[in-house]
Nanobody
Framework: QVQLVESGGGLVQPGGSLRLSCAASGTIFSINTMGWYRQAPGKQREFVAR??????NYVDSVKGRFTISRDNAKNTVYLQMDSLKPEDTAAYYC??????????????WGQGTQVTVSS
């Protein structure tokens, strides 16, 4: 059984910062890609950022403002969000591509953490 638990969401003023964390636990053989997605009310879930090894990718709207990083020893991925805008308001979901043994590999999702950017 694998669980992803997110933390760090909250209410912040425009221009402020938040740091999201997502820790994976359970029977883990290896973790491949880790990333973040978000879903605003009435919109589809969208990709935000991912990290594979030391390689990172971002959606254009967050480039230069968000930074994804990973602590492999802790099976944890982080999303540092700076210069936040009201349009960043959404539920943020952690995603991880995890192998639980040499032949079992699938995507897992966290429960989501709310980020609200408002004055």
């Amino acid at each position: 059984q694998v669980q992803l638990v997110e933390s760090g969401g909250g209410l912040v003023q425009p221009g402020g910062s938040l740091r999201l964390s997502c820790a994976a636990s359970g029977t883990i053989f290896s973790i491949n890609t880790m990333g973040w997605y978000r879903q605003a009310p009435g919109k589809q879930r969208e990709f935000v950022a991912r990290i594979i090894g030391r390689s990172t990718n971002y959606v254009d709207s967050v480039k230069g403002r968000f930074t994804i990083s990973r602590d492999n020893a802790k099976n944890t991925v982080y999303l540092q969000m700076d210069s936040l805008k009201p349009e960043d308001t959404a539920a943020y979901y952690c995603n991880a591509d995890i192998s639980t043994d040499w032949k079992s590999r699938r995507d897992y999702w966290g429960q989501g953490t709310q980020v609200t950017v408002s004055s």
